[in-house]
């Protein structure tokens, strides 16, 4: 029969008894089992206070690393934001000197709008480097159209080519050093290039001319002009006038003498006057 009951009996060292507890077996069972139950339910909050913490340092590093990868977001995004002001401003420049360009056109006589083409390339794939490419070719473009003598130094046809023609004062058959464009007596003489003055004077033959120099050992002369306005050393850009037409010096009339020499030597001018 199972016994309901049990008793602990407490001995002193002499082994006097000294006490004795009557203690029911029922309520040992009671005690084991709730502090059976209490250590399941503190490992099981142990448990759960561990996973919480370890899923709240996860969520911290989370966070730093999540603030971390912000600031990195916002620091590019601000040098992208300056980097793109950067090359909208390149941009501007390089239209800039478009319309420039246009202008010197303009001046030269040559009335014709600028040409453009090539690959297609959306605006998020420009860089900086090929921005700084084309301007740089836009400049040098700019530098040849300025000092290169094209275009016109006045509205006018031609009645005289250069080459070998039949002198119009003697009518003997002689070397013609450059083109006589028809002017209106008083008309502006433009330059047609950027260059310095080298002569601004009485020429024989030409009569008051003007002769200047530009890059790339080009000259260009202006003769048998009524009226100088420039004089000698002085810098000149394309377009700038240099003086009005007239018929001084060896002349049947009113006309400009215009000549292009290259490293001495005299060029025809027709092909120098449009950009065909």
Do not use: C
């Not at 561990?50 to 990868?69: G, V």
């Not at 002017?183 to 024989?204: D, H």
């Amino acid at each position: 029969m199972e016994r309901d009951s049990m008793t602990i009996v407490m001995v002193a060292p002499t082994g006097r008894r000294v006490k004795s507890i009557n203690i029911k077996v029922f309520h040992i069972k009671i005690a084991f089992f709730t502090l059976l139950g209490f250590g399941l339910v503190s490992l099981s909050a142990f448990m759960s206070t561990y996973i919480f913490l370890k899923k709240a340092n996860h969520k911290r590093e989370l966070t730093h690393q999540l603030i971390a990868n912000i600031g990195v977001l916002n620091h590019n995004l601000n040098e992208n934001r300056a980097a793109r002001g950067n090359l909208e401003e390149k941009i501007k420049d390089i239209e800039g000197k478009l319309l420039e360009m246009q202008e010197l056109l303009a001046k030269k006589g040559i009335n014709r709008e600028l040409s453009v083409g090539g690959d297609f390339i959306p605006a998020d794939r420009l860089s900086m480097s090929y921005v700084d490419f084309v301007e740089k070719d836009v400049d040098q473009l700019f530098k040849v159209m300025e000092s290169l003598p094209v275009g016109t130094p006045l509205s006018g046809s031609i009645n005289a080519g250069f080459g070998y023609r039949k002198d119009p004062i003697n009518s003997r058959f002689a070397f013609h050093s450059g083109v006589d464009i028809d002017a209106a007596y008083g008309e502006s003489v433009v330059t047609t290039a950027g260059g310095v003055v080298e002569l601004a004077g009485w020429q024989k033959g030409y009569g008051k001319t003007v002769i200047i120099k530009h890059r790339s050992g080009y000259q260009t002369l202006y003769g048998h002009l009524s009226k100088i306005m420039v004089e000698d050393g002085q810098d000149v850009k394309a377009g700038d006038k240099i003086g009005y037409a007239g018929s001084t010096g060896r002349s049947t009339g009113p006309h400009l003498h215009y000549e292009i020499i290259k490293n001495g030597k005299n060029l025809d001018p027709v092909k120098y006057l449009s950009l065909r």
